[in-house]
């Protein structure tokens, strides 16, 4: 099984509540490029739970760092702000970190110089990439490609009664071919 290299997204933002819905459908597309789609809802939601926190506690002009990184076996997600204290779980029951938590196989606060990172991880399988359609086709179904597809015959009944043209065609058909005696009269 070969793993892909280590896979890297980073933007910088404001924590305003217009940037959450962004954040969430770039990301989005970052774990779709990856082939990584089981995992955008917990990963957005966890994330937008996150911002949602630096906005609130911190304020809607805080500068906030957004980290996306996929190992090939871990999917990790952070958020970075400049805020100096370090979150707490306070239950079970509420949103932000046990939101987070419910979300993900790890998680987890750090201090740095310039305030804190949050992060989550998810374990990740290996995708693989899997073709929709058989390879061979069925053996029911015909192979045409390239071909228009043709719906099959009907059968034509004949008709009641001969067209008039149709009619003088059979009959001149039927009747007798005209001998060497029948011309001399």
């Known amino acids: 099984m070969t793993l892909p290299s280590d896979r890297h997204y980073t ?19 970052h774990l779709r490029y990856w ?6 809802p917990p ?12 906005h609130r506690h ?5 500068k906030c760092v957004v980290e996306l990184r996929w190992s090939g076996r871990h999917l990790t997600a952070s958020v970075a702000d400049e805020g100096p204290r370090l979150p707490k779980l306070r239950s079970a029951a509420g949103g932000g970190l046990a939101t987070v938590a419910a ?8 201090g740095t110089p310039d305030g804190k990172v ?6 990740v399988e290996a995708t693989r990439r899997t073709r929709l359609t058989s390879r061979t086709p069925l053996r029911s179904v015909p192979d045409a490609k390239g071909q228009p597809a043709v719906p099959p015959a009907v059968p034509v009944e004949p008709l009641a009664e001969p067209v ?3 009619a003088a065609a059979t009959a001149a058909a039927a009747a007798p071919a005209p001998s060497a005696t029948d011309a001399l009269v």
């Open 11 to 29: 933007v910088e933002l404001h924590a305003s509540a217009e940037r959450v819905p962004q954040i969430r459908r770039i990301l989005a597309a």
């Open 164 to 166: 008039p043209e149709a």
């Open 118 to 123: 949050i992060w989550f991880t998810r374990r």
């Open 103 to 110: 979300l993900s196989d790890s998680w987890g606060t750090c």
């Open 58 to 62: 911190i304020g809607p002009d805080a």
């Open 35 to 40: 082939d990584l789609e089981l995992h955008i």
């Open 43 to 54: 990963v957005c939601r966890g994330v937008a739970e996150l911002l949602t926190n630096v």
